[in-house]
DNA sequence: GATTAGCTTTGATATAGATCAATCAGCATA
DNA sequence: TATGCTGATTGATCTATATCAAAGCTAATC
Protein backbone atom coordinates (compact mmCIF):
# COMPACT_ATOMS: atom_id res chain seq x y z
CA UNK A 1 0.00 0.00 0.00
CA UNK A 2 1.45 3.35 -1.32
CA UNK A 3 1.30 6.42 0.53
CA UNK A 4 -0.20 9.23 -0.16
CA UNK A 5 1.61 12.40 -0.10
CA UNK A 6 -0.43 14.82 -2.11
CA UNK A 7 -1.38 16.86 1.33
CA UNK A 8 2.56 17.83 1.61
CA UNK A 9 4.20 20.33 -0.46
CA UNK A 10 6.41 19.53 -3.22
CA UNK A 11 9.32 20.86 -1.14
CA UNK A 12 8.75 19.32 1.28
CA UNK A 13 8.54 15.96 -0.15
CA UNK A 14 11.82 16.78 -2.34
CA UNK A 15 13.71 16.93 1.14
CA UNK A 16 12.16 14.02 2.84
CA UNK A 17 13.17 11.99 0.05
CA UNK A 18 16.99 13.33 0.17
CA UNK A 19 17.02 12.60 3.55
CA UNK A 20 15.65 9.13 2.81
CA UNK A 21 18.23 8.59 0.52
CA UNK A 22 20.78 8.90 3.32
CA UNK A 23 19.26 6.08 4.93
CA UNK A 24 16.05 4.46 2.61
CA UNK A 25 13.77 4.78 5.05
CA UNK A 26 10.84 4.76 3.19
CA UNK A 27 8.76 3.05 5.62
CA UNK A 28 9.20 6.08 8.92
CA UNK A 29 10.17 9.08 7.26
CA UNK A 30 8.64 9.08 3.44
CA UNK A 31 5.05 9.88 4.26
CA UNK A 32 5.16 11.73 7.32
CA UNK A 33 5.25 15.75 6.01
CA UNK A 34 8.00 17.45 7.83
CA UNK A 35 9.44 20.88 8.35
CA UNK A 36 13.29 21.31 7.95
CA UNK A 37 14.11 21.44 11.35
CA UNK A 38 11.98 18.19 12.05
CA UNK A 39 14.09 16.26 8.92
CA UNK A 40 17.20 17.10 10.76
CA UNK A 41 15.82 15.81 14.19
CA UNK A 42 14.83 12.43 12.09
CA UNK A 43 17.70 12.55 10.53
CA UNK A 44 19.66 12.32 14.01
CA UNK A 45 18.12 9.47 15.32
CA UNK A 46 18.70 6.87 12.08
CA UNK A 47 22.34 7.57 11.62
CA UNK A 48 23.85 4.01 12.05
CA UNK A 49 24.35 2.26 9.00
CA UNK A 50 25.40 -1.58 9.03
CA UNK A 51 25.98 -4.26 6.27
CA UNK A 52 25.45 -7.72 7.21
CA UNK A 53 26.63 -10.61 4.49
CA UNK A 54 23.98 -12.96 3.47
CA UNK A 55 23.57 -15.62 6.15
CA UNK A 56 24.75 -13.63 9.04
CA UNK A 57 22.28 -12.34 11.82
CA UNK A 58 21.46 -8.96 12.34
CA UNK A 59 20.04 -9.94 15.66
CA UNK A 60 19.19 -13.20 17.49
CA UNK A 61 16.40 -14.47 19.77
CA UNK A 62 16.97 -13.96 23.76
CA UNK A 63 19.26 -11.15 22.83
CA UNK A 64 18.90 -7.54 24.40
CA UNK A 65 16.50 -4.91 22.41
CA UNK A 66 17.91 -1.40 22.01
CA UNK A 67 17.37 -0.62 18.41
CA UNK A 68 14.75 -1.34 15.34
CA UNK A 69 16.27 -2.00 12.11
CA UNK A 70 14.77 -0.33 9.10
CA UNK A 71 16.26 -2.58 5.71
CA UNK A 72 17.75 -0.02 3.10
CA UNK A 73 18.66 -3.29 0.89
CA UNK A 74 18.42 -6.87 0.55
CA UNK A 75 15.96 -9.79 1.90
CA UNK A 76 16.26 -11.03 5.21
CA UNK A 77 13.97 -13.78 7.18
CA UNK A 78 13.14 -13.62 10.62
CA UNK A 79 12.23 -17.46 12.51
CA UNK A 80 12.52 -18.63 15.97
CA UNK A 81 14.18 -21.75 16.72
CA UNK A 82 12.06 -24.57 18.69
CA UNK A 83 14.27 -26.47 21.23
CA UNK A 84 14.64 -29.63 18.64
CA UNK A 85 16.86 -27.66 16.50
CA UNK A 86 14.60 -26.88 13.81
CA UNK A 87 13.30 -23.02 12.55
CA UNK A 88 10.05 -21.88 12.28
CA UNK A 89 10.34 -19.09 9.89
CA UNK A 90 8.05 -16.36 11.02
CA UNK A 91 8.48 -13.49 7.79
CA UNK A 92 10.42 -12.27 4.78
CA UNK A 93 11.28 -8.94 4.79
CA UNK A 94 12.54 -6.57 1.87
CA UNK A 95 13.65 -2.83 1.57
CA UNK A 96 11.82 -0.52 3.60
CA UNK A 97 10.14 -2.31 6.16
CA UNK A 98 10.97 -2.45 9.79
CA UNK A 99 12.08 -5.08 11.86
CA UNK A 100 11.85 -5.81 15.78
CA UNK A 101 8.78 -4.42 16.56
CA UNK A 102 8.00 -7.70 18.77
CA UNK A 103 10.84 -7.07 20.70
CA UNK A 104 9.55 -3.62 22.65
CA UNK A 105 7.05 -5.53 24.52
CA UNK A 106 9.70 -7.40 26.62
CA UNK A 107 12.74 -5.63 25.30
CA UNK A 108 14.33 -8.75 24.46
CA UNK A 109 14.14 -10.29 20.94
CA UNK A 110 11.88 -12.75 20.19
CA UNK A 111 13.12 -13.73 16.88
CA UNK A 112 16.37 -14.34 14.75
CA UNK A 113 16.89 -12.39 12.02
CA UNK A 114 19.57 -13.41 9.04
CA UNK A 115 20.10 -12.03 5.76
CA UNK A 116 19.27 -13.72 2.72
CA UNK A 117 21.22 -11.78 0.83
CA UNK A 118 24.14 -9.16 1.49
CA UNK A 119 21.62 -6.49 2.87
CA UNK A 120 21.89 -3.02 4.32
CA UNK A 121 20.10 -1.91 7.22
CA UNK A 122 19.55 1.59 9.13
CA UNK A 123 19.69 1.16 12.98
CA UNK A 124 16.66 3.67 14.46
CA UNK A 125 17.06 3.24 18.83
CA UNK A 126 13.86 2.61 20.33
CA UNK A 127 14.40 5.49 23.02
CA UNK A 128 15.21 7.98 20.90
CA UNK A 129 12.33 7.01 18.41
CA UNK A 130 10.06 7.66 21.51
CA UNK A 131 11.20 10.98 22.14
CA UNK A 132 11.33 12.36 19.24
CA UNK A 133 7.81 11.07 18.18
CA UNK A 134 6.84 13.71 21.13
CA UNK A 135 8.23 15.83 18.89
CA UNK A 136 7.20 15.19 15.94
CA UNK A 137 3.72 13.75 16.50
CA UNK A 138 2.99 12.98 13.48
CA UNK A 139 6.04 10.79 13.30
CA UNK A 140 4.43 8.73 15.95
CA UNK A 141 1.08 8.45 14.40
CA UNK A 142 3.36 6.90 11.31
CA UNK A 143 5.07 4.37 13.73
CA UNK A 144 1.36 3.42 15.09
CA UNK A 145 0.36 2.53 11.85
CA UNK A 146 3.20 0.37 10.94
CA UNK A 147 2.96 -1.64 13.85
CA UNK A 148 -0.53 -1.99 13.42
CA UNK A 149 -0.26 -2.90 9.90
CA UNK A 150 2.11 -5.85 11.00
CA UNK A 151 -1.03 -6.72 13.55
CA UNK A 152 -3.03 -6.96 10.16
CA UNK A 153 -0.23 -9.00 8.42
CA UNK A 154 -0.21 -11.88 10.94
CA UNK A 155 -3.65 -12.22 11.27
CA UNK A 156 -3.44 -12.75 7.18
CA UNK A 157 -0.91 -15.28 7.75
CA UNK A 158 -2.95 -17.13 10.49
CA UNK A 159 -5.71 -17.23 8.37
CA UNK A 160 -3.99 -18.94 5.56
CA UNK A 161 -2.61 -21.42 7.80
CA UNK A 162 -5.63 -21.87 9.56
CA UNK A 163 -7.63 -22.69 6.57
CA UNK A 164 -5.93 -22.70 3.08
CA UNK A 165 -4.74 -25.90 1.21
CA UNK A 166 -1.42 -26.09 0.21
CA UNK A 167 -1.68 -24.50 -3.28
CA UNK A 168 -3.54 -21.93 -2.29
CA UNK A 169 -1.44 -21.27 0.67
CA UNK A 170 1.58 -20.90 -2.21
CA UNK A 171 -0.59 -18.73 -4.22
CA UNK A 172 -0.88 -15.93 -1.73
CA UNK A 173 2.74 -16.49 -0.63
CA UNK A 174 3.55 -15.67 -4.76
CA UNK A 175 1.18 -12.96 -5.24
CA UNK A 176 1.95 -11.32 -2.05
CA UNK A 177 5.89 -11.08 -3.68
CA UNK A 178 4.71 -10.25 -6.58
CA UNK A 179 3.06 -7.16 -5.11
CA UNK A 180 5.76 -6.18 -2.64
CA UNK A 181 8.59 -6.13 -5.86
CA UNK A 182 6.08 -4.25 -7.88
CA UNK A 183 5.77 -1.45 -4.64
CA UNK A 184 9.65 -1.20 -4.88
CA UNK A 185 9.61 -0.80 -8.52
CA UNK A 186 10.58 -4.59 -9.32
CA UNK A 187 8.77 -6.56 -11.96
CA UNK A 188 5.53 -7.60 -10.04
CA UNK A 189 5.75 -11.20 -12.58
CA UNK A 190 9.14 -12.09 -12.91
CA UNK A 191 11.57 -12.13 -9.63
CA UNK A 192 14.18 -14.40 -8.58
CA UNK A 193 13.22 -15.98 -4.90
CA UNK A 194 15.97 -15.48 -2.17
CA UNK A 195 14.99 -18.72 0.24
CA UNK A 196 14.58 -21.93 -0.53
CA UNK A 197 11.88 -24.77 -0.46
CA UNK A 198 12.39 -25.73 2.78
CA UNK A 199 12.23 -21.72 4.04
CA UNK A 200 8.95 -21.30 2.19
CA UNK A 201 7.66 -24.71 3.33
CA UNK A 202 8.56 -23.42 7.32
CA UNK A 203 6.78 -20.07 6.68
CA UNK A 204 3.77 -21.70 4.95
CA UNK A 205 3.30 -24.90 7.51
CA UNK A 206 4.19 -26.75 4.83
CA UNK A 207 7.06 -29.39 3.79
CA UNK A 208 9.51 -28.51 1.10
CA UNK A 209 8.21 -31.40 -0.94
CA UNK A 210 4.93 -30.35 -0.88
CA UNK A 211 5.86 -26.84 -1.38
CA UNK A 212 7.72 -28.24 -4.76
CA UNK A 213 4.53 -30.29 -5.26
CA UNK A 214 2.66 -27.18 -5.73
CA UNK A 215 5.22 -25.38 -7.72
CA UNK A 216 5.06 -28.04 -10.27
CA UNK A 217 0.86 -28.22 -10.40
CA UNK A 218 1.05 -24.52 -10.71
CA UNK A 219 4.03 -25.05 -13.47
CA UNK A 220 1.44 -27.76 -15.11
CA UNK A 221 -1.25 -25.31 -15.73
CA UNK A 222 0.43 -22.53 -17.09
CA UNK A 223 0.05 -20.39 -14.31
CA UNK A 224 3.78 -19.90 -13.48
CA UNK A 225 6.67 -21.10 -15.11
CA UNK A 226 9.55 -22.26 -12.42
CA UNK A 227 13.16 -22.36 -13.11
CA UNK A 228 14.68 -23.14 -9.72
CA UNK A 229 14.25 -19.74 -7.76
CA UNK A 230 13.39 -17.75 -10.61
CA UNK A 231 9.42 -17.30 -10.97
CA UNK A 232 7.60 -16.32 -13.70
CA UNK A 233 3.90 -15.51 -13.27
CA UNK A 234 2.17 -16.16 -16.44
CA UNK A 235 -0.99 -15.70 -15.61
CA UNK A 236 -1.96 -13.06 -12.20
CA UNK A 237 -5.53 -13.66 -12.54
CA UNK A 238 -6.05 -17.30 -12.39
CA UNK A 239 -3.06 -17.29 -9.73
CA UNK A 240 -5.51 -14.80 -7.69
CA UNK A 241 -8.39 -17.72 -8.27
CA UNK A 242 -5.83 -20.16 -7.28
CA UNK A 243 -5.29 -18.17 -3.84
CA UNK A 244 -8.91 -19.02 -3.46
CA UNK A 245 -10.83 -16.10 -0.51
CA UNK A 246 -9.68 -12.98 -1.74
CA UNK A 247 -7.60 -12.48 1.33
CA UNK A 248 -4.06 -12.39 0.16
CA UNK A 249 -1.37 -11.57 3.09
CA UNK A 250 -1.06 -7.94 2.99
CA UNK B 1 2.91 -11.50 32.36
CA UNK B 2 1.94 -9.14 35.62
CA UNK B 3 3.65 -6.01 35.85
CA UNK B 4 6.28 -4.85 38.39
CA UNK B 5 4.98 -1.92 40.18
CA UNK B 6 7.60 -1.97 42.84
CA UNK B 7 9.18 1.35 41.18
CA UNK B 8 5.80 3.42 42.06
CA UNK B 9 5.37 4.56 45.62
CA UNK B 10 2.64 3.07 47.61
CA UNK B 11 0.26 6.39 46.67
CA UNK B 12 0.85 6.23 43.43
CA UNK B 13 -0.77 2.77 42.77
CA UNK B 14 -3.83 3.34 45.22
CA UNK B 15 -4.54 6.06 43.16
CA UNK B 16 -4.05 4.53 39.98
CA UNK B 17 -6.09 1.47 41.07
CA UNK B 18 -8.66 3.57 42.08
CA UNK B 19 -8.48 5.46 38.80
CA UNK B 20 -8.81 2.07 37.03
CA UNK B 21 -11.53 0.63 38.93
CA UNK B 22 -13.80 3.35 37.25
CA UNK B 23 -13.27 2.00 33.87
CA UNK B 24 -10.92 -1.56 34.78
CA UNK B 25 -8.05 -0.40 32.43
CA UNK B 26 -5.75 -2.45 34.05
CA UNK B 27 -4.12 -3.11 30.90
CA UNK B 28 -3.42 0.62 29.85
CA UNK B 29 -3.26 2.76 32.99
CA UNK B 30 -1.82 0.33 36.01
CA UNK B 31 1.66 0.31 35.17
CA UNK B 32 2.22 3.40 33.78
CA UNK B 33 2.59 5.75 37.27
CA UNK B 34 1.35 8.35 37.47
CA UNK B 35 0.74 11.68 39.07
CA UNK B 36 -2.58 13.27 40.08
CA UNK B 37 -2.62 15.52 37.40
CA UNK B 38 -2.12 12.85 34.72
CA UNK B 39 -4.35 10.07 36.54
CA UNK B 40 -6.97 13.55 35.85
CA UNK B 41 -5.85 13.32 32.05
CA UNK B 42 -6.17 9.79 31.32
CA UNK B 43 -9.42 9.47 33.16
CA UNK B 44 -10.89 12.11 31.31
CA UNK B 45 -9.76 10.15 27.49
CA UNK B 46 -11.63 6.59 28.60
CA UNK B 47 -14.91 8.16 30.05
CA UNK B 48 -17.19 6.32 27.41
CA UNK B 49 -18.36 3.59 28.82
CA UNK B 50 -20.44 0.93 27.06
CA UNK B 51 -22.63 -2.59 27.58
CA UNK B 52 -22.28 -5.22 25.07
CA UNK B 53 -24.96 -8.07 25.31
CA UNK B 54 -23.88 -11.77 24.19
CA UNK B 55 -23.73 -12.30 20.53
CA UNK B 56 -24.05 -8.92 20.13
CA UNK B 57 -21.07 -6.65 17.99
CA UNK B 58 -18.92 -4.40 19.00
CA UNK B 59 -17.67 -3.48 16.05
CA UNK B 60 -17.96 -4.92 12.51
CA UNK B 61 -15.12 -5.07 9.52
CA UNK B 62 -15.16 -2.49 7.14
CA UNK B 63 -16.68 0.09 9.37
CA UNK B 64 -14.82 3.17 10.21
CA UNK B 65 -12.49 3.06 13.47
CA UNK B 66 -12.41 5.82 15.63
CA UNK B 67 -11.72 4.27 19.33
CA UNK B 68 -9.72 1.35 20.94
CA UNK B 69 -12.14 -1.07 23.47
CA UNK B 70 -10.38 -1.73 26.68
CA UNK B 71 -12.40 -4.96 28.02
CA UNK B 72 -13.83 -4.10 31.48
CA UNK B 73 -15.60 -7.02 31.82
CA UNK B 74 -16.88 -10.40 29.89
CA UNK B 75 -15.57 -12.40 26.78
CA UNK B 76 -15.20 -11.47 23.54
CA UNK B 77 -14.06 -13.32 20.23
CA UNK B 78 -12.72 -11.58 16.81
CA UNK B 79 -13.18 -12.89 13.70
CA UNK B 80 -12.92 -12.22 10.14
CA UNK B 81 -16.23 -13.58 7.49
CA UNK B 82 -14.22 -14.96 4.78
CA UNK B 83 -16.71 -14.39 1.10
CA UNK B 84 -17.76 -17.95 1.41
CA UNK B 85 -19.67 -17.17 4.70
CA UNK B 86 -17.93 -18.93 7.03
CA UNK B 87 -15.91 -17.41 9.59
CA UNK B 88 -12.07 -17.61 10.78
CA UNK B 89 -11.47 -16.70 14.45
CA UNK B 90 -8.16 -14.85 15.22
CA UNK B 91 -8.66 -14.88 18.64
CA UNK B 92 -10.41 -14.54 22.24
CA UNK B 93 -10.16 -12.03 24.56
CA UNK B 94 -10.91 -10.99 28.08
CA UNK B 95 -11.11 -8.46 31.33
CA UNK B 96 -7.82 -5.94 30.72
CA UNK B 97 -7.56 -6.64 27.02
CA UNK B 98 -7.57 -4.03 24.43
CA UNK B 99 -9.40 -4.58 21.35
CA UNK B 100 -8.49 -2.56 17.80
CA UNK B 101 -4.70 -2.74 17.29
CA UNK B 102 -5.52 -4.08 14.28
CA UNK B 103 -7.71 -0.73 12.70
CA UNK B 104 -5.09 1.78 13.41
CA UNK B 105 -3.23 1.30 10.11
CA UNK B 106 -6.14 1.90 7.98
CA UNK B 107 -8.80 3.62 10.10
CA UNK B 108 -10.93 0.55 8.82
CA UNK B 109 -11.61 -2.07 11.28
CA UNK B 110 -10.33 -5.45 9.62
CA UNK B 111 -12.09 -7.86 11.78
CA UNK B 112 -15.66 -8.55 13.61
CA UNK B 113 -15.76 -8.79 17.22
CA UNK B 114 -18.43 -10.36 18.77
CA UNK B 115 -19.64 -10.61 22.87
CA UNK B 116 -19.59 -14.38 23.71
CA UNK B 117 -20.72 -13.15 27.42
CA UNK B 118 -22.99 -10.16 28.51
CA UNK B 119 -19.60 -7.27 28.37
CA UNK B 120 -18.60 -4.26 29.06
CA UNK B 121 -15.81 -1.67 27.58
CA UNK B 122 -14.35 1.36 27.63
CA UNK B 123 -14.36 3.70 24.61
CA UNK B 124 -10.82 5.23 24.02
CA UNK B 125 -10.83 8.13 21.19
CA UNK B 126 -7.88 6.80 19.47
CA UNK B 127 -7.06 10.67 18.51
CA UNK B 128 -7.30 11.62 22.04
CA UNK B 129 -5.23 8.86 23.40
CA UNK B 130 -2.17 9.92 20.87
CA UNK B 131 -2.34 13.28 22.33
CA UNK B 132 -2.35 12.27 25.53
CA UNK B 133 0.26 10.13 25.23
CA UNK B 134 2.48 12.84 23.94
CA UNK B 135 1.74 14.76 27.47
CA UNK B 136 2.36 11.41 29.34
CA UNK B 137 5.06 9.69 27.72
CA UNK B 138 5.00 6.75 29.75
CA UNK B 139 1.44 6.10 28.75
CA UNK B 140 2.54 5.84 25.27
CA UNK B 141 5.50 3.42 26.04
CA UNK B 142 3.07 1.16 27.77
CA UNK B 143 0.91 1.27 24.81
CA UNK B 144 3.83 0.24 22.27
CA UNK B 145 4.18 -2.20 24.60
CA UNK B 146 0.80 -3.75 24.30
CA UNK B 147 1.02 -3.04 20.41
CA UNK B 148 4.43 -5.30 20.23
CA UNK B 149 3.23 -7.90 22.84
CA UNK B 150 -0.02 -8.56 20.17
CA UNK B 151 2.48 -9.22 17.66
CA UNK B 152 4.34 -11.79 19.74
CA UNK B 153 1.16 -13.47 20.48
CA UNK B 154 0.35 -13.47 16.89
CA UNK B 155 3.63 -14.93 15.72
CA UNK B 156 3.29 -18.23 18.37
CA UNK B 157 -0.17 -18.60 16.95
CA UNK B 158 1.73 -18.53 13.75
CA UNK B 159 3.74 -21.18 15.28
CA UNK B 160 1.15 -23.33 16.53
CA UNK B 161 -0.57 -23.22 13.51
CA UNK B 162 2.36 -23.92 10.74
CA UNK B 163 3.47 -26.60 12.99
CA UNK B 164 1.33 -28.28 15.87
CA UNK B 165 -0.78 -31.06 15.65
CA UNK B 166 -4.41 -31.18 16.63
CA UNK B 167 -3.72 -31.97 20.24
CA UNK B 168 -0.56 -30.14 20.96
CA UNK B 169 -2.54 -27.27 19.87
CA UNK B 170 -5.71 -27.86 22.36
CA UNK B 171 -3.23 -28.27 25.18
CA UNK B 172 -1.39 -24.82 23.85
CA UNK B 173 -5.16 -23.40 23.99
CA UNK B 174 -6.27 -24.68 27.31
CA UNK B 175 -3.06 -23.51 29.62
CA UNK B 176 -3.34 -20.14 27.53
CA UNK B 177 -6.74 -19.77 29.31
CA UNK B 178 -5.59 -21.49 32.02
CA UNK B 179 -2.56 -18.79 32.48
CA UNK B 180 -4.87 -16.06 31.66
CA UNK B 181 -7.37 -16.96 34.34
CA UNK B 182 -4.73 -17.19 36.71
CA UNK B 183 -3.54 -13.61 36.19
CA UNK B 184 -6.79 -12.52 36.82
CA UNK B 185 -7.53 -14.05 39.88
CA UNK B 186 -9.69 -17.22 38.74
CA UNK B 187 -8.63 -20.74 39.02
CA UNK B 188 -6.41 -21.95 36.50
CA UNK B 189 -7.59 -25.24 36.81
CA UNK B 190 -11.26 -25.05 37.18
CA UNK B 191 -12.74 -22.68 34.43
CA UNK B 192 -15.95 -22.43 31.76
CA UNK B 193 -15.44 -22.18 28.06
CA UNK B 194 -17.02 -19.17 26.93
CA UNK B 195 -16.99 -20.85 23.12
CA UNK B 196 -18.01 -23.54 21.25
CA UNK B 197 -16.03 -26.38 19.79
CA UNK B 198 -16.45 -24.73 16.56
CA UNK B 199 -15.42 -21.75 17.66
CA UNK B 200 -12.19 -23.44 19.29
CA UNK B 201 -11.42 -25.12 16.21
CA UNK B 202 -11.51 -22.01 13.60
CA UNK B 203 -9.18 -20.33 16.11
CA UNK B 204 -7.06 -23.47 16.35
CA UNK B 205 -7.17 -24.27 12.90
CA UNK B 206 -8.89 -27.69 13.07
CA UNK B 207 -12.53 -29.30 12.51
CA UNK B 208 -14.85 -29.38 15.55
CA UNK B 209 -15.07 -33.27 15.86
CA UNK B 210 -11.04 -32.78 15.62
CA UNK B 211 -11.04 -30.87 18.85
CA UNK B 212 -14.05 -32.98 20.26
CA UNK B 213 -11.97 -35.87 19.67
CA UNK B 214 -9.10 -34.12 20.91
CA UNK B 215 -10.71 -33.07 24.63
CA UNK B 216 -12.05 -36.81 24.86
CA UNK B 217 -8.37 -38.12 24.08
CA UNK B 218 -7.15 -35.68 26.71
CA UNK B 219 -9.58 -36.50 29.21
CA UNK B 220 -9.09 -40.76 28.48
CA UNK B 221 -5.53 -40.19 29.70
CA UNK B 222 -6.67 -38.50 33.06
CA UNK B 223 -4.86 -34.74 32.23
CA UNK B 224 -7.88 -32.98 32.11
CA UNK B 225 -11.98 -33.47 32.75
CA UNK B 226 -14.39 -32.52 30.58
CA UNK B 227 -17.84 -31.79 31.32
CA UNK B 228 -19.32 -29.92 28.14
CA UNK B 229 -17.95 -25.94 28.74
CA UNK B 230 -16.45 -26.95 32.13
CA UNK B 231 -12.52 -28.05 32.27
CA UNK B 232 -11.08 -28.79 35.18
CA UNK B 233 -7.37 -29.51 34.51
CA UNK B 234 -6.03 -32.70 36.76
CA UNK B 235 -2.59 -32.73 35.47
CA UNK B 236 -0.83 -29.26 34.37
CA UNK B 237 2.54 -30.74 33.96
CA UNK B 238 1.36 -33.57 31.84
CA UNK B 239 -0.56 -31.33 29.58
CA UNK B 240 2.63 -28.85 29.62
CA UNK B 241 4.55 -31.82 27.96
CA UNK B 242 1.62 -32.94 25.72
CA UNK B 243 1.75 -28.85 24.50
CA UNK B 244 5.01 -30.03 23.05
CA UNK B 245 7.63 -27.24 22.57
CA UNK B 246 7.57 -25.04 24.97
CA UNK B 247 6.12 -22.19 23.22
CA UNK B 248 2.63 -21.47 24.70
CA UNK B 249 0.41 -18.87 23.16
CA UNK B 250 1.47 -15.70 25.01
C1' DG C 1 -43.39 -32.39 31.17
C1' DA C 2 -42.87 -32.73 26.14
C1' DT C 3 -40.54 -30.73 22.14
C1' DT C 4 -37.46 -28.54 19.64
C1' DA C 5 -32.87 -26.57 18.42
C1' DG C 6 -28.15 -26.24 19.13
C1' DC C 7 -24.03 -28.42 20.67
C1' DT C 8 -21.24 -32.35 21.34
C1' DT C 9 -19.59 -36.94 20.94
C1' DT C 10 -18.35 -40.98 18.44
C1' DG C 11 -17.76 -44.08 14.47
C1' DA C 12 -16.61 -45.11 9.54
C1' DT C 13 -14.36 -43.62 5.59
C1' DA C 14 -11.77 -40.51 2.46
C1' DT C 15 -7.95 -37.50 1.41
C1' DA C 16 -4.38 -33.92 1.68
C1' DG C 17 -0.14 -33.69 2.99
C1' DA C 18 3.77 -36.01 5.56
C1' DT C 19 7.28 -39.25 5.29
C1' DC C 20 10.59 -42.20 3.10
C1' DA C 21 13.42 -42.92 -0.76
C1' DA C 22 15.62 -42.34 -5.16
C1' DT C 23 17.33 -39.36 -8.58
C1' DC C 24 18.80 -35.23 -10.61
C1' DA C 25 20.64 -30.51 -11.40
C1' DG C 26 23.68 -26.79 -10.31
C1' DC C 27 27.69 -25.04 -8.18
C1' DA C 28 31.83 -24.95 -5.73
C1' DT C 29 36.18 -27.02 -4.89
C1' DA C 30 39.89 -30.27 -5.65
C1' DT D 1 37.49 -32.79 -15.62
C1' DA D 2 36.22 -35.14 -11.62
C1' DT D 3 33.97 -34.84 -6.86
C1' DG D 4 31.16 -33.70 -3.64
C1' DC D 5 27.44 -30.95 -1.61
C1' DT D 6 23.21 -28.68 -1.31
C1' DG D 7 18.77 -28.10 -2.90
C1' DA D 8 14.92 -29.63 -5.91
C1' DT D 9 11.99 -32.89 -8.04
C1' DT D 10 9.23 -36.95 -8.29
C1' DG D 11 7.27 -41.41 -6.87
C1' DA D 12 5.37 -44.70 -3.37
C1' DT D 13 3.44 -45.20 0.87
C1' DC D 14 1.48 -43.81 5.38
C1' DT D 15 -1.14 -41.07 8.63
C1' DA D 16 -3.44 -37.23 10.79
C1' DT D 17 -7.23 -34.85 10.08
C1' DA D 18 -11.34 -33.85 7.28
C1' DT D 19 -15.66 -35.41 5.93
C1' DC D 20 -19.93 -37.85 6.30
C1' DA D 21 -23.24 -39.78 9.29
C1' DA D 22 -25.74 -41.04 13.37
C1' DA D 23 -26.88 -40.49 18.06
C1' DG D 24 -26.90 -38.25 22.55
C1' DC D 25 -27.19 -34.43 25.82
C1' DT D 26 -28.74 -29.68 27.52
C1' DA D 27 -31.17 -25.90 27.72
C1' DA D 28 -34.80 -23.21 26.10
C1' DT D 29 -39.63 -22.91 24.80
C1' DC D 30 -44.21 -24.28 24.41
Redesign the interface.
Known amino acids: MLHDSSQYSHLDIKQIKSSCATCSLRELCLPVGLNDQEIQIVGDVVSNKRKIRRGEYLHQAGLKFQSLFAIRSGFLKTC?L???GRQ?V?GFHMTGELLG??????EIH??DAIALEDSEVCEIPFTKL?EI??IV?SL??HF?????????R??N???L???KKAEERLASFLLNLSRRFLIRGYSESDFNLRMTREEIG????LKLETVSRAFSKLQDENIITVDHKHIRINDIDRLKIKMG???CIT
Open positions: VEEDQTLDAISTTCEGIPMRHRIMSREIVDHVMLLGSSYLGNSS
